[in-house]
């Protein structure tokens, strides 16, 4: 063995070893913190997902409130997490935040079914609950609503060719009776009250009513009735026809007692939400919404005649000043289930868990839900 400067050669071969195995180590260490998810570290900053929807999630001033927020807020206190909210605008947003890595957790009224559990995980249900159907309130006739059903749409268009039609009319079966003398003529010679009354004629003849008090005297007259009853007649029975239906419609809108008797109903949906899927089966006509404050402005303006929602969502908004006019119904159906989302095989679940059923059993997510939710 050759030595030199009274070191051995393997020795110093042996050194170099050490260093080699040392740098290996640093280098696997520095790559696992890099590329480890940012759920993996649970004392870094977590980054919790959350997306409106009252009274879960209230997006209102600097800070986020509601029951979901209250609840995360205790877990992370007894877990001693750090964290940081992420607004999503939607529930879909939402979901694929998580599993685009963009978010650790997600916040809201998120329901657990069988295919958000294939791309993301859940923790214990803490909220039960199901759908709900929002429905205008019984409103009694006015004379408001006859006139709004009389001018709107085409039939502003109708009503002012059958005054035109009846303006005519008048001041013909005017100017053709008051020349006729044989006997006293039926309307006055002079010609505004002459021109009402033959305004008053053409009304109850085209109506077919005929009280008999305006008659036509003359050959001219009545041949006028034959022509005023072929042209005005229609007309007149097209406005009777919408407006009968419109008042049969107004009557019955709100006879709705369950998801059967949405069939052939105009019923709003939330992109996304689990009632989508579900209204879908029904036969009635869909109209889905990006914004569940949108479906309920055209609920309240009479475009929708109901909405299918998540029932504490639909409760919370009957009973704020804005939905006043509005209603849910007795009726709940499509159980299920909220959860807090993570991404698959996230170390945080078991955690998440264990401070959740603790909160269960110690009657924190009860007073909880007495907080916002009364004791309903």
């Not at 303006?167 to 044989?182: A, K």
């Not at 939330?270 to 006509?285: M, N």
Request: aromatic share 10%; charged share 20%.
């Amino acid at each position: 063995m050759r030595i030199e400067s009274g070191i051995p050669t393997r020795r110093k071969y042996s050194l170099s070893a050490r260093g080699l195995f040392f740098l290996s180590s640093l280098f696997a260490l520095i790559v696992g913190t890099t590329t480890c998810k940012p759920a993996c570290a649970l004392n870094d900053t977590l980054l919790v997902g959350i997306y409106p929807t009252k009274p879960f999630v209230i997006l209102s001033g600097n800070t986020p409130r509601g029951f979901a927020i209250d609840l995360w807020k205790e877990m992370a206190h007894r877990r001693g997490l750090k964290y940081h909210f992420v607004v999503s605008t939607t529930i879909s947003g939402a979901l694929e935040d998580i599993t685009e890595e963009r978010v650790d957790i997600a916040l809201g009224a998120l329901t657990i079914t069988h295919l958000r559990e294939q791309l993301v995980d859940f923790t214990y249900p803490y909220f039960h609950t199901g759908l709900g159907i929002l429905i205008p309130k019984n409103r009694t006739l006015s004379p408001g609503f006859f006139l709004q059903s009389i001018v709107k749409g085409k039939r502003l268009k109708f009503l002012g060719i059958l005054l035109v039609v009846l303006l005519i009319s008048g001041h013909i079966i005017w100017l053709v009776e008051r020349r006729y003398d044989r006997e006293q003529p039926s309307f006055d010679k002079r010609y505004v009250p002459g021109v009402l009354e033959g305004i008053y004629w053409a009304i109850v003849t085209a109506s077919t009513v005929g009280y008999g008090d305006k008659v036509a005297k003359s050959w001219l007259g009545r041949m006028l009735v034959v022509v005023l009853i072929l042209f005005a007649l229609p007309l007149f029975a097209y406005s009777t026809a919408k407006l009968a239906s419109d008042i049969t419609l107004h009557e019955i809108r709100t006879g709705i007692g369950g998801p059967k008797d949405l069939i052939e109903r105009r019923v709003g949906v939330l992109e996304g939400a689990t009632s989508q899927d579900y209204v879908e089966k029904l036969g009635c006509i869909k109209l889905v919404f990006n914004r569940i404050e949108t479906a309920y402005a055209w609920l309240q303006s009479s475009r929708l005649d109901a909405i299918v929602h998540d029932r504490p969502a639909l409760l919370y908004y009957a009973n704020s000043e804005e939905g006043k006019d509005v209603e849910v119904i007795e009726a709940t159906f499509s159980p299920q289930d909220y959860g807090i989302a993570l991404a698959e095989n996230s170390p945080l679940r078991e955690q998440l868990n264990r401070v959740l059923l603790g909160m269960i059993e110690d009657g924190s997510v009860n007073d909880l839900h007495d907080k916002w939710f009364g004791n309903h």
